[in-house]
């Protein structure tokens, strides 16, 4: 079946540095990845959209030039929090889909960040 | 506003019962909904996907309904084992992506 990495699984850095997350999809092409966040006992909530190989479309709220993703190639993307800040701590969790349909969504096991 | 509202407090339920949990939603049209799995510190395990022109979707000791009309989703796990014991969340399709309730967490006791 489809699956979906992420690294790291969790990882502590300090105030003000940057840190960067990978998103894979192991054995499917992903024309699409999704970002999200979830706070705890919150709903997971979508942060961009990222298409290979073009711009991420981020939601509304959603700082882009803090949360920079990269959609290099068709297994892999990146999401990388530049000045952290407490307040991100946070579960980032990403999405591939390899069609458009929007339901068949893999998702990784993501990635704990917790700033200090 | 748009929402999708499940039980925020904890179902626990005793080994080989039927356990229901519940999810609403205003001010969606969806034309599926999902239902999903998350362990503590993991990603989310897709479980089930059900049309809006169907009521009813099963999957072994899984069975969710849709209706439409109430805005409501009912997801059942018959036969309830401690291995179930997770967090169940719903989802439904909404302006082109998924949006996610906050889960229900179940609780079976052996």
């Given amino acids: 079946g489809a699956v979906v990495s992420q690294h790291p699984s969790w990882v502590i850095c300090k105030s003000g540095t940057s840190?960067?997350?990978e998103c894979r999809s192991l054995d499917f092409q992903a024309t699409t990845m999704f970002w999200y966040r979830q706070?705890?006992?919150q709903s997971l909530m979508l942060m961009a959209t990222s298409n290979e190989g073009s711009k991420a479309t981020y939601e509304q709220g959603v700082e882009k030039d803090k949360f920079l993703i990269n959609h290099a190639s068709?297994?892999?993307s990146t999401l990388t929090v530049t000045s952290a800040h407490p307040e991100d701590s946070s579960f980032y969790i990403c999405s591939a889909r390899e069609g458009t349909v929007h339901y068949e969504q893999y998702f990784g096991p993501g990635t704990r960040l917790t700033v200090t | 506003s748009q929402k999708i509202e499940q039980n925020s407090e904890a179902l626990n339920i005793q080994e080989g019962k039927t356990a229901t949990l519940t999810c609403n939603y205003t001010n969606y049209s969806p034309a599926y909904?999902?239902?999903y799995r998350q362990d503590p510190g993991r990603g989310p395990v897709f479980l089930l996907l059900i049309r809006e022109n169907e009521k009813e979707k099963r999957k072994e000791?899984?069975?969710v309904t849709f209706d439409t009309t109430l805005k409501q989703s009912l997801f059942h796990i018959t036969a309830s084992q401690p291995a179930d014991s997770a967090t169940y969340l719903c989802a439904l399709e909404g302006n082109n992506r998924l949006a996610f309730g906050k889960g229900n967490q179940v609780v079976v006791i052996p």
Wanted: a positive charge; proline letters at 7%; hydrophobic letters at 55%.
């Fill in chain 1, 39 to 41: 706070f705890p006992k």
């Fill in chain 1, 19 to 21: 840190v960067k997350i």
């Fill in chain 1, 74 to 76: 068709l297994t892999l």
């Fill in chain 2, 33 to 35: 909904l999902q239902w």
């Fill in chain 2, 61 to 63: 000791r899984l069975k």
